[in-house]
């Protein structure tokens, strides 16, 4: 299994970006794919979730209004569209898959990992 997270980058306060996720060697209606951020001298934290089987989705508080997740079945992606971002929304992101059922937002609860993408967002 190979998750593979990219489009972080430098953006403005009030600026949109869209992360990727691009997966392999996932049997994908068994699986939820789920997006954490973990900045600098912090935990790392859930962002949001989405079901491959029927596309539920589910948010934290922090982002939510914000942030969109989706995915592409046909391209084997999962995306993260980040709107009205701000100052505190710098993180590192990271994809994830768990085979928990419902919505797990703990990092435990997923069995792989992509490798991250930062995101830096100016005031």
């Known amino acids: 299994v190979q998750l593979q997270a990219s489009g972080g980058g430098l953006v403005q306060a009030g600026d949109s970006l869209r992360l990727s996720c691009a997966t392999s060697?996932?049997?994908?209606?068994?699986?939820?794919m789920g997006w954490f951020r973990q900045a600098p001298g912090l935990e790392r934290e859930f962002v949001a979730l989405?079901?491959?089987?029927?596309?539920?989705?589910y948010y934290s508080d922090s982002v939510k209004g914000r942030f969109t997740v989706s995915r592409d079945s046909a391209k084997n992606t999962v995306y993260l569209q980040m709107n009205s971002l701000k100052p505190e929304d710098t993180a590192v992101y990271y994809c994830?898959?768990?085979?928990?059922?419902?919505?797990?937002?703990?990092?435990?609860?997923?069995?792989?990992w992509g490798q991250g993408t930062l995101v830096t967002v100016s005031s």
């Open positions: 989405i079901r491959w089987r029927g596309g539920s989705t």
């Open positions: 060697g996932l049997t994908f209606n068994s699986y939820g």
């Open positions: 994830a898959a768990t085979r928990f059922p419902a919505w797990p937002t703990r990092v435990y609860e997923y069995d792989y």
